[in-house]
């Protein structure tokens, strides 16, 4: 159809009929494959019809010339479609779209859709499974513990050895002790002496500690060292027993300013 249009276009020019432009435009258009409009093939048909016989004459004499060697042509490909405008061209203006190539273009449309969608999916499906390593971050556990500090566990005085009591034993004098007795509140001191006075109910007792008069034969007297002891649940001692041994100063004077003494551990030499 497409030749046998191009025919009359040539001979329509070569007769000088009707619009020398549009002709030239039709004939241009069907040479590159573009669409040609139903109008141009209905105005080329109504010129064809004005000018039938000297066209059939000459499509007769070309028919009794000898036909030349028919070369291999390659078949043209398909034209490519335009697209038809919502409006300025009438029911017969518009091109005539093939089937197959809009069964094509639906079919790309579908798998380029299919594919698309494949993709996002697969991409949210990576956001969702991977973990947020960028804002996930581990957090140092910080303590204030102050290290612990384990202070000695210090030994009461009744529970120390004889070598302990010795090893922490200051040494004194019966008058700087009436003098400072603060200063010797809380020492050990080692004392040797005799009971001059026992108060059994209390628990104490009177230590004559001075051998002053040891050389007349009177062994200890008390006119001026006496230590006022505490016992320590020992209360059995009374007069005339010699004891010798630990105690601690507490830092009091009794009404007679005798110095006061707790027992740490005392023993008996003549009980």
Not at 67 to 75: A, G, K, L, T, W
Not at 183 to 192: A, C, L, M, P, R
């Amino acid at each position: 159809m497409v030749n046998s249009l191009l025919d009359d276009v040539n001979e329509l020019l070569r007769l000088s009929c009707g619009d020398e432009n549009r002709l030239q435009d039709i004939k241009r258009r069907l040479e590159d494959g573009l669409t040609i409009y139903n109008s141009d093939i209905n105005y080329l048909k109504k010129l064809a019809e004005q000018q039938k016989d000297e066209i059939q004459d000459n499509a007769e004499s070309k028919n009794n010339e000898p036909e030349p060697y028919e070369q291999y042509q390659p078949e043209p490909e398909p034209d490519p479609v335009l697209r038809v405008k919502s409006s300025g061209f009438s029911n017969d203006d518009k091109p005539i779209l093939p089937k197959e190539q809009s069964e094509t273009k639906k079919t790309a449309k579908t798998a380029g859709v299919i594919i698309l969608s494949t993709l996002v999916f697969l991409v949210l499906v990576s956001l969702v499974m991977t973990p947020d390593t960028a804002t996930t971050r581990t957090t140092p556990t910080v303590t204030n513990e102050q290290p612990k500090v384990t202070t000695p566990k210090v030994k009461s005085f009744s529970q120390m050895t004889d070598s302990e009591l010795s090893a922490n034993a200051v040494d004194w004098n019966y008058r700087d002790i009436l003098r400072n007795i603060d200063g010797y509140s809380g020492k050990i001191i080692f004392v040797d002496g005799e009971v001059s006075f026992s108060y059994l109910n209390s628990g104490e007792l009177h230590l004559c500690t001075s051998t002053e008069n040891a050389k007349f034969g009177i062994p200890y007297t008390c006119a001026n060292e006496d230590f006022v002891v505490k016992g320590n649940g020992v209360n059995t001692w009374v007069e005339k027993d010699i004891l010798q041994g630990y105690v601690e100063v507490t830092g009091e004077l009794d009404f007679m300013s005798n110095p006061k003494v707790k027992e740490i551990r005392l023993t008996c030499s003549n009980c």
